[in-house]
């Protein structure tokens, strides 16, 4: 920011920011980016906005009419009494990311659990929670790389929990510890054909760019559906999902950084 308002510019910044604080947190830096027409990697702030705000950004995939499970968001434990949603339930903060405040207990087979969950959240976060029809089948993250029509699916990634990982969801410990909890593998097949379509709708639906992450895990129909779009995601080599399955699928991180980077380029 010093250097900023000092008259500094660059030709592209590579954003990683999540900001300081409030629900447009991770739009803050694109904004001041924009602001001074100086060249970003990553999406705008309009996206970033979006998808940090869990329940909106569903909002805005309903009205795609691409599947998500219903939902709720709440401010007070008082709210819950006029929920309309089947048991399980799945309840998480409505603006965290890397599954913060998700773990063996976000599964909610009743109404106690879920007045004990939602008033624990609403402490420990200070802002709302999203409280969904729980998808009891397979999860995956889509890798995307790109733009618009240029978009493609980098892999599919499944998430496989191991013996002495916390069951069913995947929780902040599990993300923490994927090393021994954890086995990635990339789906294929007609499986992974048409969670690379829902993931590019998603993308392209919104207005994601250069790179990112779409979330989807299948009902209890067997239908996919999406959960959460990560724009800016992590790009550790070895402990990050992008990196991780763009490896898997062949891709060196050296190949990874540069298809984002021409994706950026190409807006230059």
């Known amino acids: 920011m010093p250097r900023l308002c000092a008259g500094e510019r660059w030709d592209l910044v590579w954003n990683f920011a999540e900001g300081w ?3 447009g947190r991770e739009s803050q830096v694109p904004c001041l980016l924009e602001a001074h027409d100086i060249p970003f990697v990553f999406s705008d702030p309009l996206v970033c906005a979006l998808t940090l705000h869990k329940a909106m950004c569903k909002r805005v995939v309903r009205d795609l009419g691409l599947p998500t499970p219903r939902f709720a968001v709440v401010d007070t434990v008082a709210q819950l009494r006029d929920l309309d949603l089947e048991y399980p339930l799945f309840a998480k903060p409505l603006a965290e990311g890397t599954s913060k405040g998700v773990d063996r207990n976000s599964k909610i087979v009743d109404a106690d659990a879920l007045a004990h969950v939602t008033a624990r959240l609403l402490d420990r976060f200070g802002q709302s929670v999203l409280i969904e029809e729980f998808l009891p089948g397979r999860e995956v993250t889509v890798g995307i790389v790109g733009t618009g029509a240029a978009a493609r699916a980098v892999a ?17 410990r599990n993300k923490d510890e994927c090393e021994s909890l954890v086995q990635y593998r990339l789906a294929d097949g007609e499986f992974a054909r048409e969670a690379e379509a829902l993931a590019l709708a998603v993308w392209r639906g919104i207005g994601a760019r250069d790179g990112g992450r779409v979330d989807l895990r299948v009902d209890a129909r067997g239908v996919l559906s999406v959960i959460e779009v990560n724009p800016l995601p992590g790009m550790h080599p070895t402990h990050s999902d992008l990196p991780i399955m763009a490896t ?7 190949a990874l950084v540069g298809a984002i980077l021409d994706s950026a380029l190409s807006r230059s």
């Open 21 to 23: 604080q409030g629900i």
């Open 156 to 172: 599919v990634l499944e998430v496989v929990l191991l013996a002495g990982a916390d069951a069913e969801v995947y929780t902040q």
């Open 248 to 254: 898997l699928a062949g891709m060196s991180f050296e």
